[in-house]
């Protein structure tokens, strides 16, 4: 079983930043590609930045240059730091991650419970 923990969410003025992280706990031996997702309300899920184990990133074009995506993968730890904050950045951030490999096997599809993230103008 593993379990995705986020924190680092929170109310921050247009122009600020925030550090999010997503830390796996468990049996872990392996965390594969992970991604950070937004929903806001009334619209859907989107990605927002996603990592390989090896630290290829990959962002959307909205964040391009004002998101950076790492890894710490001793730690079985991403973080998403986010600089230049917009109100348009509000909803609800979310970490998933492909595929983790336990000591049980591997599971698929992990989901953190989310952490809000607030930017007032």
């Known amino acids: 079983q593993v379990q995705l923990v986020e924190s680092g969410g929170g109310l921050v003025q247009a122009g600020g930043s925030l550090r999010l992280s997503c830390a796996a706990s468990g049996s872990i031996f392996r965390i594969g590609v992970t991604g950070w997702y937004r929903q806001a309300p009334g619209k859907q899920r989107e990605l927002v930045a996603a990592?390989?184990?090896?630290?290829?990133?990959n962002y959307a074009d909205s964040v391009k240059g004002r998101f950076t995506i790492s890894r710490d993968n001793a730690k079985n730890t991403v973080y998403l730091q986010m600089n230049s904050l917009k109100p348009e950045d509000t909803a609800v951030y979310y970490c998933?991650?492909?595929?983790?490999?336990?000591?049980?096997?591997?599971?698929?599809?992990?989901w953190g419970q989310g952490t809000q993230v607030t930017v007032s103008s």
């Open positions: 998933n991650i492909d595929q983790v490999i336990t000591a049980r096997g591997p599971i698929f599809g992990s």
């Open positions: 990592i390989t184990f090896g630290g290829t990133t």
